[in-house]
């Protein structure tokens, strides 16, 4: 059993940053895969940034509307995967949503979620 714990939401101004990070217990295997995933009030979920593979052959994975802005990137230390968003625009106000596919297990995990709201 995998437990998610997203972090580092909250209100920022168009332009601003904020950094999300997802920590997971007991861990993350270099086989799992871990996304971070959006979802706006009347939207579906989509995806937003994909992260897997071992610290030299990390592969890594973008929503085209996040290229550039945000990035990804995992502490292999502290068991976590940030999310640093910058240049935040209002639609990319959603709550955000840490999703962890074990490599092991093929089961699939969702923590509960932090809200980002980008408005001045």
């Known amino acids: 059993q995998v437990q998610l714990v997203e972090s580092g939401g909250g209100l920022v101004q168009p332009g601003g940053s904020l950094n999300l990070s997802c920590a997971a217990s007991?861990?993350?295997?270099?086989?799992?895969?871990v996304s971070w995933y959006r979802q706006a009030p009347g939207k579906e979920r989509e995806m937003v940034a994909t992260?897997?593979?071992?610290?030299?052959?990390?592969?890594?994975k973008y929503v085209d509307s996040v290229k550039g802005r945000f990035t990804v990137s995992r502490d292999h230390v502290k068991e976590t995967i940030n999310l640093q968003m910058d240049n935040l625009k209002p639609e990319d106000t959603a709550r955000y949503y840490c999703?962890?596919?074990?490599?092991?297990?093929?089961?699939?995990?969702w923590g509960q979620g932090t809200q980002v709201t980008v408005s001045s």
């Open positions: 992260i897997t593979g071992p610290r030299a052959r990390t592969k890594i």
């Open positions: 007991p861990g993350i295997l270099n086989s799992d895969t």
């Open positions: 999703y962890l596919k074990s490599g092991l297990s093929d089961n699939d995990y």
